[in-house]
């Protein structure tokens, strides 16, 4: 971002033998799968979420460690990136062939994308495909500093953002979720608060989000 100004971006987690994740259904839904631990044995779960903490996909698969490479790779489907959803509505899942390698001096994010029209009864079509490519290096850490100084003074904030959510999580449902309310989407909602914004008042902003998973 230009200007030097500091952006949250998406966050992702990885869990061990995970057995459930959401999947995006294609309507600001996710459905919860749920597996067998016999399923997941040796794999790692990738949790992502968008810039304000609510769910984006997931997927579980084994890390490889062979020939020199060091690799994970799944398909799930994911919301419209930014890049899209602002710019056109025909199409309203993209499925990620993720790939994620580790590198000598970072990672790799390398992508096979569907772009489906899903309707309402299921049904899939594919719009198009597209590839991704992008590169993660590792840099000195004196160059992060202005965004760890954020961290530092936000992360309290999100703390709470993200103890919110968990709770949500934890309740093991489906979860759907509004766009928007009066043309503001939910990241802006929560930038709007203070910093220092109580557990409750959180609570409230993410409560009117969610439709159902109640």
């Not at 399923?39 to 968008?50: C, L």
Request: proline fraction near 2%; glycine fraction near 6%; aromatic fraction near 14%.
């Amino acid at each position: 971002v230009g200007n030097g100004m500091i952006v949250k971006h998406w966050r992702q987690d990885w869990l061990f033998e995970n057995t459930n994740w959401y999947e995006y259904n294609g309507f600001n839904d996710w459905k919860l799968k749920v597996v067998s631990k016999d399923e997941v044995q040796g794999q790692w779960t990738q949790r992502v979420f968008e810039v304000d903490d609510k769910p984006r996909y997931g997927g579980s698969a084994t890390w490889i460690h062979a020939d020199d490479r060091h690799y994970w790779q799944n398909t799930t489907n994911a919301p419209l990136p930014r890049r899209e959803y602002t710019q056109r509505n025909d199409y309203n899942i993209t499925r990620r062939t993720n790939l994620h390698e580790i590198v000598k001096d970072g990672w790799i994010h390398d992508q096979d994308n569907d772009k489906i029209i899903r309707d309402e009864k299921g049904n899939n079509y594919v719009l198009a495909q597209e590839k991704g490519y992008n590169t993660y290096t590792r840099v000195d850490d004196s160059k992060c500093k202005p965004a760890r100084d954020w961290w530092k003074k936000n992360k309290d904030f999100w703390k709470k953002v993200r103890t919110k959510w968990e709770a949500e999580y934890a309740k093991n449902k489906d979860l759907k979720l509004k766009a928007d309310i009066d043309g503001q989407p939910l990241y802006m909602v929560l930038q709007a608060l203070k910093t220092n914004a109580s557990q409750e008042e959180i609570n409230r902003v993410i409560d009117s989000f969610i439709i159902s998973g109640q």
